[in-house]
């Protein structure tokens, strides 16, 4: 049950692209499609923004995408907006009904 | 639109107990499989139970397991979880989540002497 692995931060200007990476082993990420990325504001209950690895709920933004290659999964933010400002969570099912979560990764926007 | 309100957090000392209970609405809370994830003070989030919409299968993260024992009642639309033998790093913000695509606000529980 070890955390999935997330940059501790990343960052960019309005407008731009990032990309933040979730690597886990073929026993979770690689194992299943079901990977989803929650954001957390400050002091702020997370909020789902991908699941199944590249599926949105309604009512997030489509410059919010999420993709997965082996063992890694990524979340993509286009257009960056101040308000994208967050800590962002990677999570995967783990078999046997457990799941585990990246450690976090915090997006900055400059 | 899914509305979960946690309840039960406080403060207890290390080997006490601690009922959480987790109130839904907005859904069909007897189909919904239901989580419970925690974050710990200026941490990421954990994974800590699962508990498949009928009640017949329940799964605990390993650092819990013996300890914390996850339930839920159908006709009242709740979900709770019985927490013993608490320790220290047990302390943290403990969220409900529906399927993990729906979360709770959260309720604080500090284990601490």
């Known amino acids: 049950q070890s955390a999935l692995t997330q940059p501790r931060s990343v960052s960019g200007s309005p407008g731009q692209s990032v990309t933040i990476s979730c690597t886990g082993t073929s026993s979770n990420v690689g194992g299943y499609n079901y990977v989803s990325w929650h954001q957390q504001h400050p002091d702020k209950a997370p909020k789902l923004m991908i699941y199944d690895v590249s599926k949105r709920p309604s009512g997030v933004p489509d410059r919010f995408s999420g993709s997965k290659s082996g063992n890694t999964a990524s979340l993509t933010i286009s257009g960056l907006q101040a308000e994208d400002e967050a800590d962002y969570y990677c999570?995967?099912?783990?078999?046997?009904?457990?799941?585990?979560f990246g450690g976090g990764t915090k997006l900055t926007v400059l | 639109q899914v509305y979960l309100v946690e309840s039960g957090g406080g403060v207890v000392q290390p080997g006490g107990s601690l009922r959480l209970s987790c109130g839904a609405s907005g859904f069909i809370f007897s189909s919904s499989d239901m989580h419970w994830v925690r974050q710990a003070p200026g941490k990421g989030l954990e994974w800590v139970s699962f508990?498949?919409?009928?009640?017949?299968?329940?799964y605990y993260v390993d650092s819990v397991k013996g300890r914390f024992t996850i339930s839920r009642d159908n006709s009242k639309s709740t979900l709770d979880l019985q927490m013993n033998s608490l320790r220290p790093e047990d302390t943290a913000v403990y969220y409900c989540?529906?399927?993990?695509?729906?979360w709770g606000l959260g309720t604080q529980v500090t284990v601490s002497s």
């Open positions: 999570c995967s099912y783990a078999g046997t009904y457990t799941w585990v």
């Open positions: 989540a529906k399927e993990l695509m729906g």
């Open positions: 508990i498949e919409y009928d009640g017949s299968k329940k």
